[in-house]
């Protein structure tokens, strides 16, 4: 699944500021997301886990009893419970990817700051959707939700499905975003550098 990161912090006015980070799986929201964390001193938060803590089961089973109705409403309490909860101080929390196909969602979150896409390299990221793959009883295992059932039978089968969608994701984060940040081959605390100076670039010129 995809994920954002939301990252409320303190500008040099003292007034809050929340960084709303999307992106595909894999592009290292939930590293970047705990470093943040840590190098800020704020919480970190994950609205999958709060769907599982509202809710009682995880996402995925809410989408596999409900489909996608269900767990679109799930996301949006979470992001409303969300809201509630950063009303009293600062944290970094890691979204559900697809959420920007969740309109309601994205209009809470964007009432708490400027959303960040973290643009992870099309190839890197199917490369670790493969390495999770596993072969059981002939089907392959550990998938993505959005490419399992399209119950693809070959890794180059994933490859390609993994394409289109990482397409059109692609074009969603980018038109609900304010800032793109391209996560390099690089260190992690290099990418967590280039995430701050672009949100305080923005914040300057905003």
């Known amino acids: 699944m995809y994920q954002f990161i939301i990252l409320t912090i303190m500008n040099s006015e003292n007034i809050k500021k929340t960084i709303i980070l999307a992106g595909i799986k894999h592009c290292g929201k939930s590293t970047q997301g705990r470093r943040l964390s840590d190098k800020l001193a704020v919480p970190f938060y994950d609205t999958d886990d709060l769907i599982e803590e509202l809710e009682g089961i995880t996402p995925r089973e809410i989408y596999n009893r409900g489909g996608k109705e269900a767990f679109m409403l799930a996301e949006e309490n979470a992001c409303r419970e969300l809201k509630n909860r950063l009303s009293s101080g600062a944290a970094v929390v890691a979204t559900g990817g697809g959420i920007c196909d969740n309109d309601k969602a994205v209009e809470i979150l964007k009432e708490l700051g400027v959303i960040v896409f973290l643009m992870a390299d099309e190839h890197v990221a199917a490369a670790r959707i493969v390495r999770e793959a596993r072969l059981e009883n002939g089907e392959l295992k550990n998938l993505p939700a959005y490419i399992a059932k399209e119950n693809p039978q ?10 289109s969608f990482y397409q059109r994701r692609t074009a969603s ?21 280039a995430i701050l100076k672009a949100v305080r670039s923005y ?3 905003n």
């Open 173 to 193: 984060y980018k038109k609900i975003a304010a800032i793109t940040v391209e996560m390099k081959n690089a260190s992690k605390s290099e990418n967590t550098s």
């Open 154 to 163: 070959s890794l180059d089968e994933v490859r390609a499905l993994f394409h």
């Open 203 to 205: 914040w300057e010129q």
